[in-house]
């Protein structure tokens, strides 16, 4: 069976201390633990396990990630039995990616680990599925690092790398203390200091009634963003420039990250199912965070006709029917009236 290690049992095992390396910024206070060594891992939960069947959830447990099943008797034979079939990487940092490309993941939850890579020349490991801007905004990281770099996709399977690094997963305090550190956003007065973030280009949660909202936000000196129509870097330009934000609920809201502390967040939010809390939280607790102004605007909603493929394919169908997360949104107009 797969045993996971606590931090105890790690340190007072020296063949499985000499398989870490350590990673530290003094003036933040946060230490990376990169897992550099032979082991297996999948490419959705990012889930590493030794080859004498050693894992470290302490390390590698990120938010909404259920990986109890690691554990079962089930799931160790298929393992055993498969292991020494899958395809083989070596001499990769596996920074990994959402495979199913969601922005808030690839920025708070994997993006900031790059930052304890060491080296100079490396073979950087991502999901195939990550979008072209994505990679992007990740290459112009690595060349003001003056890293070279080659990407290696991964697809969804089970791998065995050799001799290969895995740093760790952070809580989201230091995820976003590493991101502020590095990632330092240009102050443009030009900048509209009102905005509203449309997602008039995504499947779920996108405003039915937004025609009405436009107009009345326009009239109020918003300006309207659609993210997909700016690079990442001009995204945190926008959001750091600005003081009062409405947006529906969307990964697109990690941005309010780079927010000045007492910008004024408008969240635009279906009514969640008690088993959603976390998804319910994740825009205020950014807000509570960064010292930000929180507000919510509660919505009816609207199923969704035909979810996209992407969303099929990692999504259970019961929860794309019947989660209010995964569909449209009808804005009480009123609502927005009294919001200068």
């Given amino acids: 069976m797969i045993h996971d290690l606590s931090i105890t049992e790690i340190k007072k095992n020296k063949s499985i201390t000499n398989h870490f390396v350590n990673g530290k910024f003094s003036n933040?206070?946060?230490?990376?633990?990169?897992?550099?060594?032979?082991?297996?891992?999948?490419?959705?939960?990012?889930?590493?396990?030794?080859?004498?069947?050693?894992?470290?959830?302490?390390?590698?447990?990120?938010?909404?990630?259920?990986?109890?099943?690691f554990y079962s008797k089930k799931f160790y034979e298929d393992f055993t039995n498969n292991r020494h079939s899958l395809k083989s990487f070596k001499d990769l940092f596996l920074l990994g990616s959402n495979s199913g490309n969601n922005y808030y993941s690839n920025l708070i939850q994997f993006l900031p680990r790059i930052f304890f890579n060491k080296k100079t020349n490396i073979k950087i490991a991502i999901h195939r599925n990550s979008s072209i801007k994505y990679r992007k905004f990740l290459s112009s990281i690595l060349k003001?690092?003056?890293?070279?770099?080659?990407?290696?996709?991964?697809?969804?399977?089970?791998?065995?790398?050799?001799?290969s690094e895995f740093p760790q997963f952070f809580n989201i305090n230091d995820s976003i203390k590493i991101l502020k550190k590095f990632l330092n956003p240009n102050t443009n007065v030009e900048k509209s200091k009102k905005i509203y973030v449309t997602r008039e280009d995504s499947n779920y949660r996108k405003i039915i009634n937004e025609g009405d909202v436009v107009t009345l936000l326009r009239e109020k000196g918003y300006r309207v963003i659609n993210p997909q129509l700016y690079e990442i870097e001009e995204q945190i330009e926008i959001f750091s420039n600005a003081e009062k934000i409405i947006a529906p609920h969307g990964s697109n809201l990690a941005n309010i990250i780079f927010c000045k502390p007492g910008t004024?967040?408008?969240?635009?939010?279906?009514?969640?199912?008690?088993?959603?809390?976390?998804?319910?939280?994740?825009?205020?607790?950014l807000s509570l965070i960064n010292d930000l102004k929180y507000n919510k605007i509660t919505s009816d909603t609207v199923d969704v006709e035909n979810h996209s493929a992407l969303a099929k394919k990692y999504i259970h169908n019961n929860v794309l029917s019947q989660s209010n997360y995964y569909k449209n949104l009808i804005v009480k107009i009123q609502e927005l009236n009294n919001i200068t």
Avoid: G, M, Q, W
């Avoid at 003001?144 to 791998?159: A, G, H, M, N």
């Avoid at 199912?273 to 319910?280: A, F, T, V």
């Fill in 264 to 285: 004024e967040i408008f969240e635009i939010s279906p009514s969640f199912r008690d088993n959603e809390k976390i998804l319910e939280d994740r825009y205020l607790n």
């Fill in 144 to 163: 003001s690092l003056k890293i070279e770099f080659t990407f290696v996709f991964l697809d969804d399977d089970f791998y065995y790398f050799v001799d």
């Fill in 28 to 69: 933040l206070s946060i230490n990376c633990n990169i897992l550099k060594s032979n082991f297996y891992s999948d490419s959705f939960y990012y889930f590493p396990i030794t080859e004498n069947n050693k894992t470290f959830s302490t390390f590698y447990s990120r938010e909404l990630n259920n990986t109890s099943h």
